[in-house]
């Protein structure tokens, strides 16, 4: 089985306190994406909370995220609607998602509903779950799930990308949106332009791109591809990787 993976750990010097990782897998199977954020201690859940609920500063955190929209359905749950252009097109997909909060922690889990809008067709499934909580320290520690399989794009019976190169693209793009929201919400949630300036001069950008190029090599070679780095020295519990 061909598979790639990708470790990364970061500590922002600038931020003494704040901490951040992710770890990505993609195989036969599908891809597994695991993202932590650990925020230095002058930010609060309710703050770091409302920046990942807030669908216009999603759109602005994304390259190619155009709108978010969210709709209540059942008790306890809503739907939220990606409004995406990459690639010179356009797809929504619709996600079933449920929230659960208490003083202390908030958690948030979503699901692809394929058979509605454009889910099927780039998606076998996929699914998310992040959980955010502020710890004994008083620290707010924030962990993220992305799992899912992507399907070949093709026209009539030309193969125009292969589910793994498009895996590689969208994780990239992923990884973006969320390491630069970590920066806006560490820069006190102020000026979604700066935090954007500062991420693109980043080592984490750059450990970012090369990701994305490396992977990409590999599977053009279809060979496994491996990589691992930690900056700190230091890795995470939560991940499967050990120091």
């Known amino acids: 089985m061909k598979k790639i993976v990708i470790i990364g750990f970061f500590l922002l010097g600038s931020w003494v306190e704040a901490k951040t990782g992710y770890e990505i897998r993609i195989d036969d199977n599908g891809y597994e994406l695991k993202i932590k954020m650990d925020f230095s201690e002058s930010k609060r859940l309710n703050s770091v909370v409302q920046a990942l609920q807030n669908p216009v500063l999603i759109a602005k955190m994304s390259n190619n995220i155009e709108s978010v929209s969210l709709q209540a359905t059942d008790p306890g749950f809503y739907t939220s609607s990606l409004h995406i252009k990459s690639y010179g097109m356009s797809s929504e997909l619709v996600s079933k998602c449920q929230e659960a909060r208490t003083e202390q922690q908030w958690s948030r889990s979503c699901v692809l509903q394929t058979q509605l809008a454009d889910g099927r067709k780039y998606m076998e499934w996929k699914k998310d779950f992040v959980r955010c909580q502020q710890t004994a320290n008083r620290r707010v520690s924030c962990e993220f799930l992305i799992e899912g399989k992507m399907k070949d794009i093709s026209f009539f019976r030309w193969s125009l990308m ?28 102020f000026s979604v332009r700066q935090s954007k300036r500062e991420f693109e001069n980043s080592d984490l950008k750059k450990s970012i791109d090369d990701f994305s190029e490396n992977a990409i090599q590999a599977l053009k070679k279809e060979s496994s591809y491996s990589q691992n780095y930690f900056i700190s020295g230091d890795c995470h519990e939560s991940f499967s990787y050990r120091c």
């Open 162 to 189: 292969k589910a793994k190169t498009l895996t590689v693209k969208a994780k990239y793009e992923s990884l973006i949106s969320f390491f630069k929201m970590f920066y806006f919400i560490e820069n006190g949630s």
